[in-house]
């Protein structure tokens, strides 16, 4: 998990947030599972191409 703690300026709130980490292959796994195929997959926001040097993994899929 990684755990993030959020501060909100100004106003002295602040949050915080666990996330779990998944690889590529679990993703796909589950979007498969779920009845998706998976149609596009890109390691940035900028939808560059999926690396391991990618910060993340973003999954685009179609229902079956």
């Known amino acids: 998990f990684v755990i ?3 501060c ?3 106003d002295g709130r602040e949050f915080t947030e666990r996330v779990r ?3 590529k292959g679990q993703l796909t796994g589950m ?3 779920a009845g998706f195929d998976v149609s596009a997959v ?3 926001y ?3 191409p999926f690396t391991d ?3 993340r993994v973003i999954l685009f899929g ?3």
């Open 21 to 23: 980490l998944f690889e």
């Open 46 to 48: 900028d939808a560059d």
């Open 4 to 6: 993030k703690r959020i």
């Open 42 to 44: 890109y390691g940035t």
């Open 53 to 55: 040097e990618s910060p």
């Open 8 to 10: 909100i300026r100004g």
């Open 31 to 33: 979007m498969e599972a």
């Open 62 to 64: 179609t229902r079956r």
